[in-house]
């Protein structure tokens, strides 16, 4: 029997795999999604959203997918790994991805050039003449080369007089900004640029209780002692995947031990045994 059943949980309360399922809204998260979807529905073309290893961005990034996902009119394609060789690799896969049907190529292979001619008749096509909104989120950003965001930024130059055709969102680690931002064409196109930070001491609290609640816990007694919470939160600093990967090891080491809460002692125990 998993540790999970024994507690009374129905499934796995802290994993750390991004299921928007156990996606808790932070403030910073709340006012993330909230500010992504309004530059998609008005369609203002390029979205960044920044932060360090750990701060939930991919966790984000499949809540949004999977709202932007329940609304009809979006098109919406999802990079998870945009480890691409070169441009051409690059522009070839979006092709595929969006299931856009190439013009014949008499007597040769497609070039980029031809895969940028594609995309963008099926841009206009889908934004202008069935009113519908193509949206490309891109999560691990920092992973795309430099030839990849320029074609991006070419990408973003297909627009009407009111609106972009192609709504981009990158989600990245830090090590993204200072390339971006050398690219002054592309910088200039960011619609939204927002930071995601650690999560403050009463949400890493509210976090763990939200999932507990979230995973089917409905017992009396708390399975985490108010100074073991607050341990977590000073080793942890707020952000999501220590505290997932913390709390799991803890309710593991509470069953080991036969006790009946996660106490200071363990998570400070824990803690050093962590890398």
Not at 52 to 66: H, I, N
Not at 110 to 137: C, G, H, N, P
Not at 189 to 208: F, G, N, Q, S, T
Request: net charge negative; charged share 25%; aromatic share 8%.
């Amino acid at each position: 029997m998993s540790y999970y059943k024994i507690l009374g949980l129905d499934v796995e309360p802290f994993s750390t795999s991004p299921d928007p399922g156990f996606f808790f809204e932070t403030k910073e998260h709340k006012a993330a999604l909230f500010r992504l979807r309004v530059a998609v529905d008005l369609k203002r073309g390029l979205s960044v959203v920044l932060g360090d290893v750990g701060v939930g961005k991919t966790t984000l990034s499949r809540r949004l997918a999977q709202i932007l996902g329940e609304d009809p009119t979006m098109i919406l394609r999802v990079v998870l790994n945009p480890d691409y060789l070169s441009e051409h690799e690059f522009l070839a896969d979006l092709v595929e991805r969006f299931n856009i049907s190439p013009d014949p190529v008499a007597g040769h292979q497609a070039t980029t050039l031809d895969y940028m001619k594609w995309i963008e008749k099926f841009l206009f096509e889908k934004s202008i003449t069935q009113r519908q909104t193509v949206v490309l989120l891109i999560d691990e950003a920092q992973k795309l080369s430099d030839p990849c965001l320029e074609v991006l930024r070419s990408l973003l130059n297909y627009e009407t007089n009111e609106y972009k055709t192609l709504q981009l969102i990158l989600m990245g680690q830090m090590e993204l900004l200072p390339r971006i931002r050398q690219i002054k064409n592309l910088w200039d196109r960011i619609a939204l640029k927002r930071l995601l930070k650690p999560l403050e001491k009463d949400e890493v609290k509210k976090m763990i209780e939200f999932r507990l609640q979230h995973a089917g816990y409905q017992g009396h007694k708390p399975l985490f002692t108010e100074e073991a919470l607050d341990s977590i939160c000073d080793f942890t600093q707020g952000y999501p995947r220590k505290i997932a990967m913390i709390c799991h090891d803890a309710l593991e080491h509470l069953l080991m031990h036969n006790k009946e809460s996660v106490d200071l002692e363990s998570v400070r125990m824990l803690a050093q045994e962590s890398w």
